[in-house]
Every structure is written in C-alpha cells, then in structure tokens.
C-alpha cells in the first residue's frame, strides 16, 4: 500500500513519567490549509478504492428506491392547529406541516429546504411560547452542534429580525414576552473548550447585546447551565451539569424580582429532572437518586426538602424509561429487557392499566401540555416500519393513526434476541436481525454495532436500511453494552470510567458468540459504530485484530488522552475520566485507539468515517487515527479515511446520508465479495 505522504512530526511528552508520543497533533488543526491539502489527497485515494466495486452506484440506487417513502413524525397540537414534519421520500429535510383536525387537509407551514441551495442547513423546533404564538427554532450549518435561534411567527409563518447567534448546546424556555436561552464565552466554530456557559433572558424586539445576564457561575467554568421555566411561569428552574452525568437542579421564583436561587436538587452525584408541574408549586421529580433504576417523585415547592418528597413511582428491578404527565395521569414506559412495557397511572401511581404494544419494540409518548386529553404513541420495532396511535386520555382508546406506506413484506424478516456471557461471567443481550430463510452455516455476513457509553439506551429503532445486508443472507447485530442504560445506573457504571474495559470485552464477546454458535466467522465479521460507538470499534480492533475482517470507526473519540481540550469535550470526563489525573490517564492510555496501534499488526480493513464540520467530536480524532494506521499497520490490509464535505456529526441531510450509507456498503461488500 503506497498512501498519501504524511508529515510525522517530533513530538514527545512527559505524561506522569510515560513519554507519550503525538507526531500527527498537527492534523488537529483540520482547517490550516496543510490539513486541507492532506485531506483532500486521503480522500481521492478512499475514492479510488469505493470505485472499484461495481456496483457502488447501483447500491446508492437501490437506497434510494428503498427510502423513497413519505414518513411523517408524530403531530402535536398546540392553540388550534396539529403541528407534523413530513419528508415526501428522498427531499433533503423534512418540512413542518399543520392541520386544524386530523382529518383536514395540511397547509405549509415551513421548509427547512429553502434556507441553503444545497439543503445541509437543518432547521429543528426547540420550543414554543405558552401562548402558541412564537416558535423558536435550532439553525445550523451543515447539521453542526454551532447553532443560531430563530423565532417564527406562527400566524404570519413569517421569521422575526430576531436572532441569537454563536450558540451551542442551548435550548429556549418561554417566559412572558421572550425566552431564556444559554450561551458560551468562546465562540462555537473556534473549536476550543466551551467554557463559562451563562443563563440569557431575550425580550423579543430587542437585539441579542441587550440580552439580561440571568445566571452564571464564574467558580466553575466547565458546566453546561440550561435554564426551564415552569408551565405557569412561576418558577425559573437552572440544570447544571459537570458534564454529560449528574445534575444539579436550582429554582426561582418569577413572580418575586428579589428572590435569590436556591438549590431543589442537589447534584451532581446523580441524574434529576423535573417532568412538569401538576398544580401550583407541585412537581415531579425523575430520578436515580437511591434507585438505579429511577423513580418518580412529588415535590411541594413549600417544602421541598428532600424527606418531604412524596414517592409516587418507587423503583422496580427493571428500568423506568419515561414518566409524562397529562390530564391528571401518568403515562409511564419501562424498559424490561429492552422492550418497552407502558403503563397509565394516577397521579398517586395507582395502576390504571397497561397498554399492549403491537408488536415487541421501543415505545414513546408525545403530548403538548398536562392539560392535554389526547397524546400520541409511537412504536418502533427493529423489523417492521413505525406505527403512531392516537390515545384518548378521556375514553382510554387507542386508534391507529399512520405507518410508513413501504411496499415490502416485512414478514421475511425477524428479530431474535439471544444472552451470551461476557468475559467476566455479565449475560449481555443482543439482537439478531436476519431473514427467516437465513442459513446457519458459519459463513454468514455479520454486521456488528453498539454503543455501550453514557447511560444511553439503545431500544428497537426501524432502520429500512438493514434489509440490505439481511437480503444478502446476513445478520445485521445490536449489542446492548454495559455502559449504557438499559438496565439502569448500575449498568452504566460498570461500563464507564476505571470499568470502560468491560464494554469492549462485552463487545468482543459478543463476535465470539456469534462465531462459536455457528453464524460465522472472522473473514465475515465487520464492526461499525459512531461517535462513542466509534471509540468502540477503534479499541476492539486494536485489542482484538484477528477477530474482525472488516472496521468502520465512524465520528470517533479516538485519542483518548486530548479528547477534553476541545469543544464539549470536556463534558465527557464523568464518563471517561480525566486524562490529566494519573489514575484516568494511565486508565485511558490502555485503550487509546490512537495510542494502541502497534507495528506490522495486520489490523482489520478499516474506513475511518468522519465530516468536515463535525464540531462535537472533531475530525482531527480520526485523522490522528487513519495517519497512525497507515503508518504502522501491515500492508497486507488497507487503512482508508473517509469524510463527508459539508456535513458533521451525523449527515447533515438525507441525501449526504444515503450516499455515506451506500458507500459504506459499497466498502463492506467490496471486501466481503458480496
């Protein structure tokens, strides 16, 4: 293999008297045109090797033609008017519609497509005013976390002169006539740390530099502050987060201009947020406090002192996913296994009943206000397309209301959910996704993916996509990995921090279940995850080369020592640890990717995928990577960089996203002869 030339610079640091070397940090710099010129030579060399396979067109095609559907998502109501996004098949963002009833015909009410020529602006709903009036929406180019706030007139359909820019990671809470919002000191597209993140209030009509400082906290500048205003506008609610576990809820009352806050939730040793108020100065509290597996509690706001708290939903052996309150009712989604189980209780948590799902999936509710009496349910199963039913909250009935019209029999396909052992004796599940004609035979393509970090949950999504590698008589596998949250804190912990390595030994376990159960083999095996999923891959691959044919490191945190220094980097310390304390540092050097590349290892054929603007996750993590691979990996095998122009982390439109999909099969089954 003859890559393009890379500059290898001198660099060595002293790391608690390890010699840490860093010759590519300069690839950090992924905007200097040095890296540009870099770049865009790794990237016609990936070229060259995707148009080798033959049918690297014909699978775009056939993407296309597989998602050329109309899928509309779950309609809101809000004053008169079902609010609804509806992408027609392939546009490149989904328009939002309204309704005045659910049977009358949609009126426009804004496309996202207009705002750029080549549809990589994206443009989502973060919130409404209490009176309907105000829509305040999320704009970013190229889908990047950098974003601006734009508010809309919902009865002009027209947008104010008001906008709020260099954002990040801020959301917008209505209170009177404006909002709360949250910004950083540095400015998003610098890339460095998001430091000082202080609580604004904008009152529409004025400019941004009129904006009310509300909160900051100057003594701990790495900490995300999100401000929520409660449904009555009463009480002004601050989340503090050190990073991306543990909060810290204080409040406020509105009506008093004197009143100081006070701290409701004292953090940040667990996870805490309020549902919504029920009655005046009454709230719900979700927690994992004393519950790993969360619980729900009543708070008076005349004495909320925590033995005050009134448990309504107390914590069970299995996962409570979600509580949302509407007309004097719970509705409450549990996690067992990782199918969702619902439930509708009182608001003193009596049972009401359960709801039957149509099928063994993922589950959730969608409402507008408490006062609401209609919601909506969505479910998603791994094999069959997303249904929506309408649910009466005054009857209890539950009406099919839509799924994605596919012309396909999704009968040939099923979902098989197995436990295997970890290394340490941990069942773990996972999910098999195959036709039902699929032969066991050891030679089986199998397409293995988790994510395994920051309590995330990974439920039953339909991805029409997997029919792909299932119609070709493969697996497509899901593994639920300790660090996640499927089975509630504990099982995040013990994936995380100093017990990091469990997710990867969950991961490997996984590939030798399906091997020594007869599926496959390692020249049929490929690994592919993004972002933390992408640190996955990128460890598994370095720990365990001869276990995989095939890798796809995507958007990875792969430098596992430098991760913190840019960007929301620094947030992700509560999972990973800090790499400038010894005991996380030398932790993390274990199973750097970057750092656990060794010379002539023949490492599994890997596209290292990253975006030009992925500003969460900056590319310089998979440069540094790619670079390293080329360098020292053995030549029997290629070592490609991939990236998406124009796009971050995540597609930045549904067209960049099929062609990054079709190219990442075209790269699979170029190299699994498919």
């Not at 500059?7 to 940090?25: A, C, H, Q, S, V």
């Not at 917008?172 to 890339?191: T, V």
């Not at 496959?520 to 891959?537: E, F, H, M, R, W």
């Not at 790499?579 to 002539?600: R, W």
Request: proline share 4%.
């Amino acid at each position: 293999m003859i890559y393009p030339k890379t500059k290898k610079t001198e660099l060595i640091e002293n790391n608690f008297g390890l010699m840490i070397e860093d010759p590519y940090r300069w690839l950090e710099e992924d905007q200097s045109e040095e890296t540009k010129i870099w770049l865009k030579e790794q990237q016609d060399f990936t070229e060259s090797f995707l148009n080798q396979y033959p049918d690297r067109s014909n699978i775009l095609n056939h993407l296309k033609k597989l998602n050329n559907y109309e899928r509309k998502g779950v309609p809101l109501k809000r004053g008169n008017w079902y609010y609804f996004s509806k992408n027609s098949g392939l546009q490149n963002q989904y328009i939002y519609y309204r309704q005045k009833s659910l049977e009358s015909e949609p009126e426009l009410f804004f496309d996202p497509n207009t705002l750029s020529d080549d549809g990589t602006t994206t443009a989502f709903i973060i919130s409404r005013s209490n009176d309907d009036k105000y829509i305040a929406f999320k704009i970013s180019k190229a889908g990047a976390d950098a974003s601006e706030i734009w508010v809309m007139d919902t009865d002009k359909k027209e947008f104010l002169n008001d906008k709020i820019t260099n954002l990040s990671h801020s959301g917008a809470s209505w209170y009177k006539n404006g909002f709360f919002y949250s910004r950083n000191d540095s400015k998003p597209e610098q890339k460095a740390q998001y430091k000082n993140q202080k609580v604004y209030y904008h009152k529409l009509g004025e400019s941004e530099i009129q904006d009310t400082l509300i909160f900051q906290d100057e003594e701990n500048p790495l900490r995300y502050n999100r401000a929520n205003v409660s449904d009555d506008e009463k009480y002004l609610f601050i989340y503090s987060f050190k990073g991306t576990n543990g909060a810290q809820i204080l409040y406020k009352s509105l009506d008093d201009p004197n009143d100081e806050f006070k701290c409701l939730f004292q953090g940040f040793d667990f996870n805490g947020w309020l549902v919504n108020g029920y009655d005046d100065g009454i709230f719900y509290l979700f927690t994992n406090k004393n519950a790993s597996n969360y619980c729900l509690y009543q708070i008076d706001l005349s004495s909320p002192q925590e033995e005050n708290w009134k448990l309504i939903i107390p914590e069970r052996d299995y996962l409570l996913d979600s509580a949302t309150i509407i007309n004097n009712k719970i509705i409450a989604i549990f996690t067992k296994d990782v199918f969702s189980k619902i439930e509708i209780l009182e608001l003193n948590g009596q049972l009401i009943k359960e709801i039957k799902m149509p099928f063994l999936g993922s589950a959730s509710f969608i409402r507008s206000k408490k006062e609401d009496t209609e919601g909506f349910f969505a479910f998603d199963s791994y094999v069959s397309p997303s249904q929506i039913f309408h649910y009466d909250m005054l009857t209890h009935e539950m009406k099919f209301f839509y799924t994605y019209p596919i012309d396909l029999d999704f009968n040939q396909y099923c979902s098989e959910q197995v436990f295997f052992k970890s290394k340490d004796g941990t069942m773990i599940p996972m999910t098999l996704n195959y036709k039902k004609d699929m032969k066991k035979d050891g030679n089986r393509p199998v397409y293995l993916t988790g994510y395994g970090g920051f309590n995330d949950v990974k439920m039953p999504i339909f991805n029409i996509e997997r029919t792909i590698l299932m119609d070709k008589g493969g697996i497509f596998v899901i593994v639920n990995l300790r660090g996640g949250g499927e089975y509630g804190e504990k099982w995040h912990e013990a994936g995380m921090l100093l017990n990091k390595q469990n997710v990867f030994d969950d991961f490997i376990s996984a590939t030798e279940y399906m091997i020594n159960e007869g599926y496959t083999n390692p020249d049929k095996t490929v690994i592919a995850g993004g972002s933390n999923g992408g640190l996955l891959v990128g460890a598994c691959m370095t720990q365990r080369p001869e276990l995989f044919k095939i890798a796809l490191p995507m958007m990875g945190v792969l430098d596992m020592l430098r991760f913190h220094k840019f960007t929301c980097g620094w947030g992700w310390m509560a999972e990973y640890g800090n790499p400038e304390e010894e005991i996380h540092f030398k932790n993390l050097l274990k199973y750097s990717p970057v750092h656990n590349i060794k010379e002539g290892v023949k490492y599994p054929i890997t596209m290292v995928v990253t975006a030009d603007h992925d500003d969460r996750v900056i590319p310089g993590h998979s440069f540094k990577f790619a670079a390293q691979l080329q360098e020292k990996g053995s030549s029997e095998n290629p070592y490609l960089l991939y990236v998406q122009s124009n796009s971050s982390h995540g597609s930045s439109n549904f067209n960049k996203f099929l062609q990054i999909s079709a190219d990442k099969w075209s790269f699979i089954f170029k190299y699994l002869n498919i």
